[in-house]
């Protein structure tokens, strides 16, 4: 049954593709992108809700927030019409173009400018005060990259490791701390989180992702207050700027195969429809270190997701959407069957199924007689189910969640002085059973805040924030936050920033990887207290600096930066699987938790069209377990990063990444019988990827791989797996690679 599913769907893509290629050869569509800016006192910026029209006609289209637009080409018609109220228009002829960049200056009609030049994978503003890394569509083909969790291969900012060696699942870490002090959203909403807190990450696809945004430490009180370490934020494909067809097959030699394809459907000239659909599977069994159990394990993935977007010349955007994802994974021992071996206790298995809904809907004004004074209205809503077992441990869990968030956006006096306000809601509603034991929960959390951004011409900028929230369970709370950015010359800034951060820890989610063990959980919480798992919340400080440079050597530019970021905890639940290796131990922090994060970057085209990205971090994360304040255990203290990127005149691209990790602390296990024993620390290794692509007529591309290179694997990852329910089992203790050299092929077909 599972493999007719499988077969059904490669069937409906097939159909969806060939469809595609014949409404291309029907109709032909090409369109003429590009962006819009003013220039206000010698400085350039956004103009939105520009208006872009082909002379003598009404078909046109206006620019968004960043100025960008996208608009169809016209039989017959060569010259666009740009306008804005208190400008003159701008006629230019964009024969055999297809991009823009123009610029109006005041009343002043400027010839036309086209300006072409090789956009970098990854930018990062010197204007904005808020250090962003902007992570384009090109700086994610460099890897395969087939969700959100695999797409920082090549960015030295963000780490990536395993949960555990049975499950597959990976997770992220940030200034080292977990992936859950990183606030994930999709598009300003808040997304991964709560139960998808882990899993979530491969919950999209990312052949959906448009581009990320990432900051380190806190982030904008307009998104919430749950940023500590920093913020991801991931735009998806949308009808108003994505291809009409994108179409990509994936195989790798661990079995997995994938199938993506994305639609877009113009509907009238204000209305557009996207349909992103997700299918991958891995059915083949392998053990390749011998240990019995499977590398990893079987699964079956499929996500859908549909948006509709409305757009006029009036300023009005609006969009709604849904998405359905269904995930099942079976692992365990190679002899484990579903139907016959569940709850066995001679042979070991695990399935995990996990079951999502969402639907949002998003609505923004911008006044188009003051283009700086908008609003925006963000609704969301999610039902999520997992039901899993690993081993003799059950669990299952349940939560339904609703979001809104209202912006005012506008000025006092000038454009110098801006400020954002608004009101927040959000409502969770958990249901968790472990082992027999309940863990409801209902979290209500109504707030408000206030942004002020002060600006002065490009030298010095300001951006201060409040939040006043509303906890059911934990009372009042607030959160300030302060970003400032200095430019100490034309082409070096110097930012700060500091802030609180508050979040609930939903323990059991967040740590599933314990679950396939023989760990037992002892939760140290007050069992009198309605608190969840009778914990306190979690509560921290963060404050950083950075340094960024821009320079010019043999006519090419590259950055140097350096970034340092400290975070405080004032509370957190401590994760101790030191005292015991028999026990996972969660309990209120007694005493000294911090993370101090030094991060040096150095970008440059080495020669034309080589783009090199060099990096230094070092780390020191501390936490006082039982009284002693001890270096957090997995981690590495120092880490070095090397990217090479070529790409020739003729459409082929040569990516090559060097990942060095230093040697690690592995937590106590001396309690374990002899041959069970760690050593004090893993050793240091070295990751190696290299990817070849070759595109034709910037329709079809292939492209080829190999992951660890240097095929490094952990020796023995699962303690006692010969023995799987022997107290000493155990899969979480992950310092390395679990799965060896992996080579991959895929391909990609584009229909503009």
């Known amino acids: 049954m599972k493999n007719i599913k499988l077969v059904l769907f490669f069937f409906t893509v097939l159909l ?87 610029v109006l200056d005041g009343s002043l009609k400027l010839d036309e400018v086209v300006i072409v030049y090789r956009q970098k994978a990854t930018q990062i503003s010197f204007l904005d005060p808020i250090k962003i890394e902007k992570i384009g569509e090109k700086e994610l083909l460099k890897a395969a990259c087939c969700n959100l969790s695999e797409s920082f291969e090549t960015n ?20 080292g701390l977990a992936g859950p002090y990183t606030q994930i959203t999709r598009e300003n909403i808040p997304d991964v989180r709560g139960l998808s807190a882990i899993y979530g990450l491969t919950y999209i696809p990312g052949t959906w992702i448009e581009s990320i945004q990432l900051n380190k430490g806190t982030g904008s009180v307009a998104n919430g207050f749950e940023s500590i370490a920093g913020q991801i934020n991931v735009d998806l494909r949308n009808p108003a700027n994505m291809d009409k067809v994108y179409y990509n097959l994936y195989a790798n030699e661990g079995g997995r195969i994938e199938a993506n394809t994305n639609l877009r459907f113009d509907l009238g000239e204000n209305w557009g429809t996207a349909l992103l659909l997700h299918a991958s599977n891995n059915s083949i069994k392998q053990d390749r270190n011998k240990d019995g159990f499977l590398d990893k394990p ?72 003051k283009t700086w004074q908008s609003i925006g209205l963000q609704i969301s809503g999610a039902m999520h189910t997992q039901n899993s077992f690993f081993g003799l441990n059950h669990y299952d869990a349940s939560q339904n969640t609703f979001y809104s968030n209202l912006i005012y956006q506008s000025i006092i006096g000038n454009t110098n002085h801006k400020y954002k306000a608004g009101a927040s809601f959000q409502y969770d509603d958990y249901k968790e059973i472990l082992n027999g034991s309940n863990y409801d929960r209902t979290e209500i959390v109504p707030g408000s805040f206030l942004e002020y951004t002060y600006n002065y011409l490009e030298s010095f900028n300001v951006v201060a924030g409040i939040r006043a929230d509303y906890h059911n369970i934990y009372g009042a709370f607030l959160t300030p936050r302060l970003h400032m950015r200095y430019a100490l010359e034309e082409k070096t800034v110097l930012r700060a920033s500091g802030g609180r951060g508050f979040r609930t820890a939903n323990i059991l989610a967040e740590n599933n990887g314990f679950l396939a063990s023989s ?42 930066s350096f970034d340092f ?72 203290n120092h880490r070095a990063f090397i990217n090479m990127a070529y790409e020739s005149i003729k459409y082929w691209k040569f990516d090559y990444t060097i990942n060095w990790q230093g040697e690690k602390r592995i937590p106590n296990t ?83």
Do not use: C
């Open 565 to 636: 970021y400290r975070t405080d905890f004032i509370n957190q639940i401590v994760i101790d699987f030191d005292g015991n290796p028999h026990e996972v131990s969660f309990y209120n922090l007694s005493g000294k938790s911090y993370s101090n994060s030094f991060q040096a970057q150095f970008d440059y085209e080495v020669i034309k069209r080589l783009d090199v990205r060099l990096a230094y971090r070092w780390y020191d994360v501390k936490t006082t377990y039982n009284d002693y304040l001890l270096q957090k255990p997995l981690i590495a």
């Open 298 to 369: 079987l699964s079956q993935n499929y996500i859908a997701l549909n948006r509709w977007e409305f757009y006029n010349n009036k300023g009005i955007h609006f969009q709604f959407g849904a998405k359905a994802t269904y995930i099942d994974k079976i692992g365990g021992q190679l002899g484990f069957d579903l139907e016959k071996d569940k709850g066995s206790t001679s042979i070991w298995g695990m399935n995990l199924i996990m079951k999502r809904f969402e639907g949002w809907t998003k609505l923004g004004k911008v006044n188009q007689e």
């Open 670 to 752: 001396s309690l374990n019988t002899v041959p069970y024993n760690s050593s004090g620390h893993s050793p240091n290794f070295i990751l190696m990827n290299v990817q070849i692509s070759k595109k034709w007529r910037e329709v079809f591309e292939v492209y080829s791989g190999v992951e660890n290179l240097l095929n490094f694997v952990q020796d023995n990852p699962i303690i006692s797996s010969e023995d799987p329910f022997d107290q000493s089992f155990d899969s979480s203790l992950i310092w390395g690679p679990i799965f060896g050299r992996s080579i991959y092929l895929g391909l990609r077909y584009i229909v503009r």
């Open 156 to 175: 030295p900012s963000v780490d990536v490791s395993f949960t555990d060696a049975i499950t597959g699942t990976r997770q992220i870490q940030m200034l």
């Open 16 to 102: 969806l593709f060939f469809n595609s290629l014949f409404l291309k050869a029907q109709q032909g569509d090409e369109f003429i992108k590009g962006k819009v800016l003013e220039l206000e006192h010698g400085h350039k910026h956004p103009l939105v809700g520009a208006n872009i029209v082909w002379l003598n006609t009404t078909i046109g289209t206006i620019t968004n927030a960043e100025g960008n637009f996208k608009l169809k080409k016209v039989k017959g018609k060569n010259t666009l019409v740009i306008s804005f109220v208190g400008f003159q228009n701008d006629t230019l002829n964009v024969e055999d173009k297809e991009y823009l960049l123009v």
């Open 519 to 560: 760990r037992k959980f002892i939760i140290n919480g007050d069992n009198n207290s309605d608190k969840p798992y009778g914990m306190e919340a979690e509560i921290a400080w963060n404050y950083g600096l950075n340094l960024s440079r821009k320079f010019t050597l043999d006519y090419r530019e590259g950055v140097i």
